[in-house]
């Protein structure tokens, strides 16, 4: 069955910002190994992106017309959201195994997405 997963990847901002343009491209290099594995391997990448750093976060509570705005990210943790793939696949296995690509030194969390009950 296919389904569609999030690929989440929390990782240390202040490592990254402090990481040489070397160490930068090796990360960069991961990544574009990863979404080639993908393709070849009959994933198909339907979007993700790297995020800016949680600092210029905004977080909002509250009900829409009443909502109260704060700066910076709602965990205060070492670990961020930094970016995320959204992949569609029928072989989660496979997609688990590939996800070793991006590991380094963080973990990398997959889920399910739950499907849309009116498509």
Do not use: I
């Not at 790297?50 to 905004?58: F, I, R, T, Y």
């Not at 070492?78 to 496979?94: I, K, M, P």
């Amino acid at each position: 069955m296919t389904t569609d997963y999030v690929v989440l990847l929390p990782g240390d901002e202040s490592r990254w910002a402090a990481a040489d343009p070397a160490t930068r491209e090796a990360v960069y290099a991961q990544h574009r190994e990863f979404a080639t594995q993908l393709g070849e391997r009959g994933h198909t990448v339907l979007g993700g992106a790297e995020l800016e750093h949680s600092s210029g976060a905004k977080v909002v509570r509250g009900h829409r017309g009443a909502v109260t705005v704060t700066d910076g990210p709602y965990a205060e943790t070492v670990e961020q959201l930094t970016g995320f793939y959204l992949v569609r696949s029928d072989d989660l296995a496979d997609l688990l195994d590939l996800c070793g690509l991006l590991t380094n030194a963080e973990a990398v969390e997959v889920r399910a997405v739950v499907p849309d009950p009116g498509a």
